[in-house]
């Protein structure tokens, strides 16, 4: 299983900040196959990047993804207080090995109001 | 703009069988290209993917889960189900359906999840 390790756990930064949050896969993920999803308390995740970095519609472009490999990275630059919330990383893989799901998420970074 | 929906008991009994429907809006679960997947989350923690299903039938399954899912699609209905038996409190979770749009293992669109207890 490709397991996604988010790191930090929580951010604590002030509007008009940038933030940088990251996600380190335990095996190599293609770059089309990495997506990065925000959620507040009480919604479902919103889709914001997916393969790697492009944008989904809708999103602002102060949203930006990056990386390749097993290193990705979502930035955040001048933070507004609707982006505090939760992000996940997730990937797919299209050939997972025997008794691995196709699809899993990192554990997510909680990003607050410092 | 495709728009998906939950629905199912809130509660349900260790030992017995969860089952919950997604009613798709705005858009065909037939349309070619589309998968339609069921992720859950446990209350307070990350999410983790139950399986998805294709409007042909076509399902995968997270292996963790196999033996006691089972997925189904109703075109007639534009709805797609899911069933885990021999639940334990450990299936107590919000569970979303979502769209993958194009096979490419992103979700666009998510309903907005309901929550499923299991208890006694």
């Known amino acids: 299983e490709t397991v996604l390790t988010q790191s930090p756990g929580t951010l604590s930064l002030s509007p008009g900040e940038r933030a940088t949050l990251s996600c380190r896969a335990s095996q190599t993920v293609t770059s089309n196959s990495l997506a990065w999803y925000q959620q507040k308390p009480g919604q479902a995740p919103r889709l914001l990047i997916y393969g790697a970095s492009n944008r989904a519609t809708g999103i602002p472009d102060r949203f930006s993804g990056s990386g390749s490999g097993t290193d990705f990275t979502l930035t955040i630059t001048r933070l507004e207080p609707e982006d505090f919330a939760v992000y996940y990383c997730?990937?797919?893989?299209?050939?997972?090995?025997?008794?691995?799901?196709?699809?899993?998420f990192g554990q997510g970074t909680r990003l607050e109001i410092k | 703009q495709v728009q998906l929906q939950e629905s199912g008991p809130g509660l349900v009994k260790p030992s017995q069988t969860l089952s919950l429907t997604c009613s798709v809006s705005g858009g065909s679960i037939s349309r070619g290209g589309n998968y339609w997947n069921w992720i859950r989350q446990h209350p307070g923690k990350g999410l983790e993917w139950i399986g998805y299903i294709y409007y042909s039938g076509r399902t995968y399954y997270n292996p963790s889960l196999k033996s006691r899912l089972t997925i189904s699609v109703d075109t007639s209905k534009n709805q797609i189900s899911l069933n885990v038996t021999s639940v334990t409190a450990a299936d107590t979770a919000v569970y979303y359906c979502?769209?993958?749009?194009?096979?490419?293992?992103?979700?666009?669109?998510w309903g907005q999840g309901t929550l499923v207890t299991v208890s006694s």
């Open positions: 997730q990937q797919f893989g299209r050939s997972p090995p025997m008794g691995s799901p196709p699809v899993t």
């Open positions: 979502a769209r993958d749009l194009s096979g490419r293992g992103y979700f666009d669109s």
